[in-house]
T-cell receptor, first 108, second 116 residues
Framework: LAKTTQPISMDSYEGQEVNITCSHN???????ITWYQQFPSQGPRFIIQ???TKVTNEVASLFIPADRKSSTLSLPRVSLSDTAVYYCLVGEGTALIFGKGTTLSVSS | EAGVVQSPRYKIIEKKQPVAFWCNPI?????LYWYLQNLGQGPELLIR????????DSQLPKDRFSAERLKGVDSTLKIQPAELGDSAVYLCASSPRLAGDSGEQFFGPGTRLTVL
């Protein structure tokens, strides 16, 4: 399974757009890219998943370049409640390996 | 729709004692996972079930850990005997999809185990 690298932490202010980039140089042809969010004392929660180009849902967008060696999670207009740990995962099917994640801190 | 239910939420035991965690997945979900999460780390997969069959238990320390998923629904994870290093959060997740398909996993709130 491909290993992922993402920043350990990021800071932002309310109302800003936040982009968290994850690198996965060894991504395989069949791998999907998935992002999860985790709050303290809770299990991770699915945010978005994509295979190529761009995926958008009601909470985020996921940008995947043509070579698929990286991906960017975009959170529009973050609020204080978006303070959490964000995990980028790459894998085929249900075999997911979590890294250490990116801790996003949103301030007012 | 009810989410993944885990119990207990917290457990404190002394080392060498046994402990068990219970998980009730979302109704209809074929795949069930047990993860271990240490402080500041991402979840680590312990075992994955597809229905009642354990299809990936390569990371489960089988000398002290055991799991079962009778009838392909509820699951129990047991540690016997517990060691100090087992202190962590144990997460259960379920997914409606089988291996080879994409799709999200739905996580329970976890059981926080403290071994004294």
């Amino acid at each position: 399974l491909a290993k992922t690298t993402q920043p350990i932490s990021m800071d932002s202010y309310e109302g800003q757009e936040v982009n968290i980039t994850c690198s996965h140089n060894n991504i395989a042809t069949n791998d999907y890219i998935t992002w999860y969010q985790q709050f303290p004392s809770q299990g991770p929660r699915f945010i978005i998943q994509g295979y190529k180009t761009k995926v958008t849902n009601e909470v985020a967008s996921l940008f995947i370049p043509a070579d698929r060696k990286s991906s960017t999670l975009s959170l529009p207009r973050v609020s204080l409640s978006d303070t959490a740990v964000y995990y980028c995962l790459v894998g085929e099917g249900t075999a997911l390996i979590f890294g250490k994640g990116t801790t996003l801190s949103v301030s007012s | 729709e009810a989410g993944v239910v885990q119990s207990p939420r917290y457990k404190i035991i002394e080392k060498k004692q046994p402990v068990a965690f219970w998980c009730n997945p979302i109704s209809g979900h074929n795949t069930l996972y047990w993860y271990l999460q240490n402080l500041g780390q991402g979840p680590e997969l312990l075992i994955r079930y597809e229905n009642e069959e354990a299809v990936d238990d390569s990371q489960l320390p089988k000398d002290r850990f055991s799991a079962e998923r009778l009838k392909g629904v509820d699951s129990t994870l047991k540690i016997q005997p517990a060691e100090l290093g087992d202190s962590a959060v144990y997460l259960c997740a379920s997914s409606p999809r089988l291996a080879g398909d994409s799709g999200e996993q739905f996580f329970g709130p976890g059981t926080r185990l403290t071994v004294l």
